[in-house]
């Protein structure tokens, strides 16, 4: 039994698993079919899109021959993880998540509530469903984050306090569907945390440091592993393995982000049943003695890790920083190759733009391109962002 039916294109962990010998169907929207599906997987199926769920779901169940031929079904898009449950229960194909997982990682409000029944979480929050709830809440707790309940890529995030949440109020009823949720803001340091559950053992292989825009909270880059004492190393991933017990998460790869206070108490942002994005895989990849960490979160997802036994990684510090749009509309964009070749710090670099390419809107699709650089000094990789972009890339605006 060695089929799996993939819902949206992560090509990585396909592309994985297809070399270890699985066959893979994939469910996917027509307008993202690319030519390499045709070496990868041995079925396609295609709709315009994928809201309809119970359409896809009669389609699929019919089309299907024999369910019980199918190992699993991999989901890593959160806004397809409750298509991939519902298809799970019509033909009995096993999913990593259950209806209510998917209903709780998939909604920030749900999420919080859930928690704090747990008695795990104690970030005040509340349903935004006017003005007066933003002006209640400010008054009750201070600073806070409005952000979408549903939101993905640091979109529609934003810091609110008595001084702005007029203007908040008026840029967020504009999204007239789309509903919000305010929580205290809390002052710390904010890291991401990989891990890998395995039959419900939580290994815990990476702490990320964030670098973020303060305006928006957008994220321009990553840094792994943190710098940070095993103490709080060690507070962490006790935190996320509880989390990820009260949550019943079993097998699969999950992304849980984090504040840590300047009492090292840590609150959580928020958790994901999926890979960290923004390549945080590949840092850890090029980071790692022994395994390569998407593949294990792959064979996470089929059950296949008789043979792993834990991460093993260099004793350095990589970092990746994302270039963003700087004026409206691009005239150049080129990489600057001579400045790469003499400096082997440089491990990558991609550019993401042409020429008449416009500002996109406020988040984490808002990029130019990226560098990833190594080395030996955290501080410097902190600090030095924006010297190395400059350097890296040429980019002028109209």
Do not use: W
């Amino acid at each position: 039994m060695n089929k799996i039916l993939v819902l949206g294109g992560f090509s990585e962990i396909h592309k994985l698993l297809y070399k270890k010998g699985y066959k893979l169907t994939i469910i996917t929207e027509s307008s993202k079919i690319k030519p390499y599906f045709n070496e990868i997987y041995e079925e396609v199926f295609a709709f315009k899109n994928l809201k309809d769920h119970k359409k896809i779901v009669d389609k699929v169940s019919h089309i299907i021959d024999n369910p019980k031929s199918y190992k699993t079904i991999i989901c890593m898009f959160e806004n397809l993880q409750m298509l991939a449950s519902k298809i799970a229960s019509t033909t009995g194909i096993p999913f990593n998540l259950s209806n209510d997982q998917v209903s709780l990682f998939g909604n920030k409000y749900l999420m919080r509530e859930f928690l704090r029944n747990k008695r795990f979480d104690t970030i005040p929050f509340r349903k935004v469903r006017d003005t007066k709830d933003l002006f209640e809440f400010i008054n009750d707790y201070g600073e806070s984050i409005v952000k979408p309940i549903n939101g993905t890529g640091s979109k529609s995030v934003y810091k609110i306090n008595l001084n702005n949440v007029k203007t908040i109020s008026d840029e967020i009823s504009e999204f007239k569907c789309t509903p919000f949720i305010i929580e205290k803001f809390i002052e710390g340091e904010e890291f991401s945390v990989e891990s890998i559950s395995i039959d419900g053992k939580h290994y815990v292989y990476g702490i990320t440091k964030k670098l973020k825009n303060d305006d928006d909270f957008v994220e321009i880059g990553h840094i792994v592993p943190a710098n940070i004492s095993d103490k709080v190393t060690k507070n962490i991933t006790d935190y996320v393995c509880e989390l990820l017990n009260i949550l019943q998460f079993k097998n699969g790869p999950s992304h849980t982000e984090i504040i840590v206070g300047y009492n090292n108490e840590i609150s959580l942002v928020e958790t994901h049943a999926r890979i960290g994005g923004d390549m945080i895989s590949e840092l850890y990849r090029l980071m790692s003695k022994n395994y390569n960490p998407l593949e294990i979160a792959a064979l996470s997802l089929v059950k296949d890790t008789k043979s792993f036994n834990g991460f093993k990684f260099h004793d350095k510090y990589t970092a990746i920083y994302f270039n963003e749009f700087e004026g409206k509309v691009i005239e150049n964009a080129s990489i600057n190759d001579e400045y790469i070749k003499k400096h082997n710090n440089i491990i990558g670099a991609e550019i993401f733009v042409t020429p008449g390419d416009k500002k996109r809107e406020t988040g984490s699709e808002n990029r130019v391109g990226y560098v990833i650089q190594d080395g030996n000094d955290y501080k410097l990789l902190c600090d030095s962002r924006k010297s190395t972009l400059n350097k890296v890339f040429n980019i002028d605006y109209k």
